[in-house]
């Protein structure tokens, strides 16, 4: 299974969320694949909307968060919590993202919680990884992303609903897509962190790339062997552009 998942970040409206979900719900159902899965995740406040036409629709189209609090319930204003992604339909949720890390000082061990909070309400965590264009001309991105591995897998969560994101940071919105040497090496090393932590268990994680990802260097990208799908940022906020990477795992 190859995973295009969208992240559309802090973007969208009300009448963008309602053309894009109907864009694209037509053309997985006239042209989807049974090994490719669509994952959307909007902000929150256009995930009801869209769950609602999705579940209408029978879509096989998935829905996802950006983000979830590690506790069920309680006073933590602003926050939501994995529980209530389920009731609402979410199966997904993105926990991680360097955005996430950088602006709202999210530890590992924070992201964990988080991990396990989600998995205990039976959504599937995207847990985004990825070394900065300092630790990368350091020569440090395995042993970043070994290093945030054992902080984010720490307790073990659930193999069955876990994908793992490498999203080097420095290629985040900037345009720079890793090149597939980089991306091949980064996956072999990530998979040989979840078969040590999780065993046979361990070879069976969807990893996928996340980085600059267009429809121009997709095709290259998800034929890079380790790579199980893409995150998309910017271009996921395009119907064209969104329908094409997802189109380039044929
Ligand atoms: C992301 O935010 O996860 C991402 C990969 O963004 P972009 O595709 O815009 O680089």
Same mark, same amino acid.
């Given at each position: 299974? /190859?995973?295009?998942?969208?992240?559309? /970040? *802090?973007?969208?409206?009300?009448?963008?969320?309602? /053309?894009?979900?109907?864009?694209? &719900?037509?053309?997985?159902?006239?042209?989807?694949?049974?090994?490719?899965?669509?994952?959307?995740?909007?902000?929150? !406040?256009?995930?009801?909307? *869209?769950?609602?036409?999705?579940? %209408?629709?029978?879509?096989?189209?998935?829905?996802?968060?950006?983000?979830?609090?590690?506790? =069920?319930?309680? $006073?933590?204003?602003?926050?939501?919590?994995?529980?209530?992604?389920?009731?609402?339909?979410?199966?997904?949720?993105?926990?991680?993202?360097?955005?996430? %890390?950088?602006? &709202? !000082?999210? =530890?590992? $061990?924070?992201?964990?919680?988080?991990?396990?909070?989600?998995?205990?309400?039976?959504?599937? !965590?995207?847990?985004?990884?990825?070394?900065?264009?300092?630790? %990368?001309?350091?020569?440090?991105?395995?042993?970043?992303?070994?290093?945030?591995?054992?902080?984010?897998?720490?307790?073990?969560?659930? $193999? $069955?609903?876990?994908?793992?994101?490498?999203?080097?940071?420095?290629?985040?919105?900037?345009?720079?897509?890793?090149? !597939?040497?980089?991306?091949?090496?980064?996956?072999?090393?990530?998979?040989?962190?979840?078969?040590? &932590?999780?065993?046979?268990?361990?070879?069976?994680? =969807?990893?996928?790339?996340?980085?600059?990802?267009?429809? =121009?260097?997709?095709?290259?990208?998800?034929?890079?062997?380790?790579?199980?799908?893409?995150?998309?940022?910017?271009?996921?906020?395009?119907?064209?552009?969104?329908?094409?990477?997802?189109?380039?795992?044929?």
């Amino acid at each position: 299974m /190859k995973y295009i998942i969208g992240n559309w /970040k *802090m973007n969208g409206s009300r009448d963008l969320a309602w /053309k894009l979900t109907l864009d694209l &719900h037509q053309y997985v159902a006239a042209e989807g694949r049974g090994d490719a899965k669509m994952v959307l995740c909007p902000p929150f !406040a256009y995930l009801p909307l *869209m769950q609602d036409f999705l579940s %209408r629709h029978q879509s096989a189209i998935g829905l996802g968060a950006q983000d979830c609090h590690a506790q =069920s319930s309680g $006073a933590f204003t602003g926050n939501i919590s994995a529980p209530m992604l389920a009731d609402i339909g979410c199966g997904y949720v993105i926990l991680g993202h360097s955005e996430r %890390r950088q602006y &709202h !000082a999210e =530890s590992d $061990a924070q992201i964990a919680l988080k991990v396990k909070a989600a998995q205990g309400s039976g959504l599937t !965590a995207v847990l985004c990884i990825g070394e900065t264009m300092a630790e %990368r001309q350091g020569a440090q991105t395995n042993a970043v992303l070994s290093q945030q591995l054992n902080g984010c897998l720490s307790p073990l969560p659930d $193999a $069955a609903k876990l994908i793992v994101a490498y999203e080097p940071v420095w290629a985040i919105g900037t345009g720079l897509n890793a090149n !597939a040497d980089d991306i091949e090496s980064a996956h072999h090393h990530i998979r040989q962190e979840l078969i040590r &932590h999780f065993g046979p268990g361990g070879g069976k994680i =969807s990893v996928v790339y996340g980085g600059s990802v267009k429809p =121009s260097n997709a095709k290259a990208t998800l034929a890079t062997p380790g790579v199980d799908g893409v995150l998309v940022g910017g271009a996921s906020l395009q119907f064209a552009d969104f329908r094409d990477i997802y189109a380039a795992c044929a």
